[in-house]
């Protein structure tokens, strides 16, 4: 089967400018994560949704980051404006509807701030 | 924060050789998983260990929790080259339906020749 599908790949941009990051997840899986991984460290979550409502945005810097999820399915992820401490690589999961279950990732996108 | 803590945070052994890397955590949780990453593959998922489960294998892999000292092991048996990566552990809190994945830092495997 396909797996999770991100686009970019690389992004490199200039402090205050905007950013947006695509996520096509496995087919039939009900709940996306967006996780940001910073060098060196283990990933941190962003956002969950469970189909088209937001599960879980605690972690998220809301005065900049922004996700949407349209028709339960694709995703994206915006930062506006970018900050210097935003380059990391971030990374899409998705899983079954039920808690518990292993969570796919994809390939992530680079993003390099300046 | 992160909640767990991967030990040691860098693993050098021979090939052929067994890798046992552990992983402390601070509060209750659902379950705990490991995971592998590498530059080839990115973050892939090795094993799901539930919280009134002790131990799980799977092919090479054996992982145990221990939930009174909120610690959990994986151990990788006759390590290969391409076992060279980094391993997260990652637990999931218990309710509410959110079960977003809260990592470690990892653990850096390098497997030598």
């Avoid at chain 1, 205050?16 to 009900?30: D, K, L, T």
């Avoid at chain 2, 992160?2 to 509060?27: F, V």
């Avoid at chain 2, 009134?52 to 929790?65: A, C, D, F, M, Q």
Wanted: hydrophobic share 30%; net charge positive; proline share 4%.
């Amino acid at each position: 089967e396909a797996g999770v599908a991100q686009s970019p790949r690389y992004k490199i941009i200039e402090k205050r400018q905007s950013v947006a990051f695509w996520c096509n997840p496995i087919s039939g899986h009900a709940t996306l994560y967006w996780y940001q991984q910073i060098l060196g460290q283990g990933p941190k979550l962003l956002i969950q949704f469970q189909n088209n409502g937001v599960v879980d945005d605690s972690q998220l810097p809301k005065d900049r980051f922004s996700a949407e999820r349209l028709k339960g399915v694709d995703s994206t992820l915006k930062i506006q404006p970018a900050k210097l401490e935003d380059s990391a690589v971030y990374l899409c999961a998705s899983s079954l509807i039920y808690p518990g279950f292993e969570q796919y990732f994809g390939p992530g996108t680079r993003l390099t701030v300046t | 924060s992160q909640q767990g803590e991967e030990d040691p945070q860098a693993l050098s052994i021979q090939e052929g050789e067994n890798a046992t890397m552990n992983c402390s955590y601070k509060t209750s949780i659902n379950n705990l998983q490991w995971y592998r990453q590498n530059s080839g593959r990115g973050l892939v998922h090795l094993i799901l260990i539930r919280s009134n489960e002790r131990e799980k294998h799977s092919g090479r892999l054996r992982v145990t929790l221990d939930t009174s000292k909120k610690s959990s092991s994986l151990l990788i048996t006759a390590s290969r080259a391409a076992d060279t990566a980094s391993y997260f552990c990652a637990t999931v809190y218990p309710g509410g339906g959110a079960d977003g994945l809260t990592f470690g830092k990892g653990t850096h495997l390098i497997i030598q020749p």
